[in-house]
């Protein structure tokens, strides 16, 4: 019978060798120019604000090596603060596929000076007015970023700061937002229809009717459960109101003992 001895297993460092090799012909045809850049595709996944075609122009890709280069779009977000992200896809072999994501408006800014001092009498009555406020509007997301002008009303709750500035690519505070998105959803639960909170020196007005006030400082420690404590005893107001068949004209629930005016003046 024929007798096979055992196959020697090649040297470490030969394998080492080896493996180095493959490493380098490896590297070396990914820098091929078939690896390079030579088509840049601009998709949009929602209604964006920019023309894909100005972020292919600006994006400047070409030439550059799809594995082994480093592609970033941090540049092109601060230029257009509209945009909240933008996803890069490799195509084999020399492709890049941009997907441009717009941020989505959860309430409109607008801003509006007026020549009176402002005080909260003041508030009141521009609230409480059918008047137009001019001013303008500005999308705002829900992380209190301000993207872009609004040239026409929205149906989304309105914030109105009075004798404030902003403009596109400022942001306001995210407790801010969290905190009107929530009133707006806990009045719609009440069967209250408010459009338009006016934010003023700590204060929040809403012009439901009834005209509601509440005490806002976003540097309070919890300031959600404080608007939790306001809401909750809005809601007992409100009931006690339909029982009794009264009008509510102005809620200030600043107050440990809210402070509540009657359509007919008694409080």
Sequence with gaps: M????????????????????????????????FFKVSQVEVRAANSVCVDPSIIKNKIGWQEKNIFTDSFSTDTI???????????????????????????????????????????????????????????????????????????????????IFLNQKFSVGQTLPESLISIVLKMRDKLKDFQISVNTL??????????????????????????????????TALQLILQKAKIDNKELKIIDLRFENPVIKYADNKK
């Design 77 to 159: 977000l601060k230029q257009y603060p509209c945009l909240q992200n933008i996803k890069i896809e490799r195509v084999f072999p020399n492709k890049i596929i941009l997907i441009l994501e717009e941020r989505q408006s959860v309430v409109i800014l607008q801003t509006q000076e007026i020549s009176p001092p402002v005080n909260l009498e003041t508030v009141l009555q521009i609230a409480s007015s059918s008047a137009t406020i001019s001013g303008q509007l500005l999308a705002v997301d829900n992380k209190g970023v301000i993207f872009k002008n609004v040239g026409q009303e929205s149906s989304q709750i309105k914030l």
């Design 2 to 33: 024929a007798r096979f001895g055992k196959r020697k297993s090649l040297p470490p460092k030969i394998i080492l060798v080896l493996l180095i090799l493959i490493f380098l012909g490896f590297a070396t045809g990914l820098q091929l120019p």
């Design 198 to 231: 006016w934010i003023f020196s700590k204060v929040i007005v809403a012009n439901s009717p009834p005209i509601i006030i509440l005490d806002f400082n976003e540097r309070s420690s919890p300031m959600d459960k404080k608007i939790d404590i306001q809401l």
